[in-house]
C-alpha cells in the first residue's frame, strides 16, 4: 500500500472520510475569489471593487500600535499568556461597564480572553455537545459553531432570519423534541450578513426561553460597537438574567480595526467561561502579552469605535442612496458594515438570476464588483462598505463609479 493511499484511509468523516480532497464541490467564497481573479485577469485596465470583504480599511489607532511596540520590547512579556493577563480581564470588564452598562463583571470569574472570536465559537461546543445534542443556529449566519457541533456528532437546527420578522429568529418554531436536546443557541446582532440589530425586549425572550428549556446561549456581539443613527450599542449581558443563561462574546477585530490581531473575549456566565477557559487551556496557549496589553489601550479609548462607525454610516449613507436610485430594496442598517438586499430578478437584456450566486457571479465577471451571496433565506447579496477609500471625497468616487457600473445593467425587479 502506498503512502498516499493508506493516509486517503485515514481521515475522520467529520472531513469527508476517505473522500477528503476528491471532491470537485466549490464553495461560494472559493468561487468568488476564482471569479475575481479570472475577472482581473480578464479586464487588467478595471480596477475591481471588493464590496465583500468583511475586513476594515483602517489600521489600528496609532495609540495601540505604539503601546504594542512598547510592550513588545519588555521582558516580562515574552512567555506564554495561557489564559490571559488580568489587565485585560479588568480593561474588558471596564469597557463593557462603560459602554454598555454592563456593571459587576468579575475580571477573574466571568471574563476570558480568546485568539479572536472565531476560536472562542469553535471551542465552546467541545464544552457541552454530546453526540445527539443540538445547537440552534441562526441562517443565514457564522457557521462556525455548526460545523463543531457537527464534528462532535451533534446536530444543528437553524432558524431562518427573515426580512418579515426583523432578521430575528423565531424561537416558537422549535418543536418540543429539538427543545429537549437542545444545548446551546447562538445569536449574532447586529446581525452578519443582514445588518439586522437586537433590542432588549428581544433579549429578554432569549433570556426566558433559555430558562425554561435549560438552554445556554452564545451571544457573537462581533459588532456590536458599530452603531448608528440612535441605535445604541446593546449588550445581551445588559438584560436582567442574561448572565445566568450564557455568555457574549466580543471581539476588537470590527470594532477596533484589528482583525489581525486576534483578540476578543468571553464574558457573562462564570461556569461558561470557566468550561471555555478549561477546553482553550488544551487547544492553545495564549495571545502574545504585548498584545493584549495594547488591546487594553484599545478598550480604554472606545472613542476609536465611535469614529469608525461614524465613517461606516456615512458609507451606508451613500451606498444606500445609490441603490435605491438603481431600484434596489436597499434599507441601512443600524448596525455592522453590512448591506443585505434582495436580488434583482434579471436585466432588461434577457439576463435572469435564479439565485444570488448567479447575481454575484454576473456581478463580479460583467462589472468587475465583488459581493457576497446567500441563498439560506432567501436570495439576497451583501455589500460590505468596507472598500478601501481616503476620506469623504474618495468614498464618493467609489460610490459614483459603483452606480455608473451597475447603471449598465438596468436591472428589473
Not at 472570536?117 to 471551542?123: D, I, T
Not at 462564570?270 to 493584549?292: C, E, H, M, Y
Not at 441603490?323 to 434583482?344: N, R
Not at 472598500?387 to 463609479?401: L, P, R, Y
Amino acid at each position: 500500500m502506498t503512502e498516499e493511499s493508506y493516509i486517503q484511509q485515514q481521515f475522520a468523516e467529520r472531513i469527508g472520510g476517505e473522500q477528503f480532497g476528491k471532491g470537485d464541490v466549490l464553495y461560494k467564497f472559493e468561487k468568488i475569489k476564482r471569479a475575481k481573479e479570472a475577472a482581473k485577469e480578464e479586464n487588467p485596465e478595471v480596477e475591481l471593487i471588493d464590496l465583500g470583504v468583511g475586513e476594515p480599511d483602517w489600521m489600528a489607532d496609532d495609540g495601540v500600535i505604539e503601546r504594542l511596540y512598547e510592550e513588545a520590547q519588555k521582558w516580562e512579556n515574552r512567555g506564554y499568556a495561557d489564559n490571559g493577563i488580568f489587565a485585560f480581564k479588568e480593561a474588558a470588564a471596564e469597557y463593557m461597564a462603560e459602554v454598555f452598562d454592563v456593571e459587576g463583571l468579575d475580571p477573574e470569574t466571568e471574563i476570558n480572553h480568546s485568539i479572536g472570536s472565531k476560536p472562542a465559537l469553535a471551542m465552546l461546543p467541545s464544552a457541552f455537545i454530546n453526540p445527539g445534542d443540538i445547537t440552534i443556529m441562526t441562517t443565514p449566519g457564522y457557521p462556525v459553531m455548526g460545523t463543531n457541533t457537527e464534528g462532535l456528532d451533534g446536530e444543528v437546527v437553524s432558524l431562518p432570519l427573515l426580512k418579515e420578522n426583523d432578521f430575528l429568529p423565531d424561537l416558537n418554531s422549535l418543536n418540543e423534541e429539538e427543545k429537549e436536546r437542545a444545548k446551546l443557541l447562538y445569536i449574532n446582532y447586529p446581525n452578519n450578513p443582514t445588518g439586522a440589530v437586537a433590542n432588549k425586549e428581544f433579549f429578554a425572550e432569549v433570556v426566558e426561553f433559555a430558562k425554561e428549556n435549560d438552554i445556554i446561549v452564545i451571544h457573537d456581539a462581533a459588532y456590536a460597537g458599530l452603531t448608528f443613527d440612535g441605535y445604541e450599542p446593546l449588550s445581551f449581558l445588559s438584560v436582567p438574567g442574561a448572565k445566568e443563561v450564557g455568555i457574549e462574546i466580543q471581539s476588537l477585530s470590527k470594532a477596533f480595526n484589528m482583525t489581525g490581531w486576534r483578540m476578543a473575549f468571553v464574558a457573562g456566565n462564570p461556569l461558561v467561561v470557566n468550561a471555555f477557559a478549561t477546553v482553550k487551556d488544551n487547544n492553545d496557549s495564549g495571545q502574545f502579552k504585548a498584545i493584549q496589553q495594547a488591546c487594553v489601550y484599545a478598550l480604554n479609548h472606545p472613542e476609536i469605535t465611535e469614529k469608525t462607525s461614524k465613517k461606516y454610516s456615512r458609507r451606508h449613507n451613500m451606498l444606500v442612496d445609490a441603490l435605491q436610485d438603481l431600484g434596489f430594496e436597499a434599507e441601512k442598517p443600524k448596525g455592522s458594515f453590512y448591506l443585505y438586499v434582495p436580488i434583482p430578478k434579471g436585466t432588461e437584456d434577457g439576463i435572469e438570476f435564479e439565485n444570488a450566486e448567479e447575481f454575484c457571479q454576473y456581478l463580479i465577471k460583467e462589472h468587475l464588483i465583488s459581493a457576497v451571496p446567500w441563498d439560506d433565506a432567501g436570495s439576497f447579496v451583501r455589500f460590505s462598505v468596507t472598500f478601501v477609500a481616503e476620506g469623504e471625497e474618495e468614498e464618493q468616487q467609489v460610490i459614483d463609479e459603483i452606480k455608473d457600473r451597475l447603471s449598465r445593467a438596468k436591472f428589473v425587479f
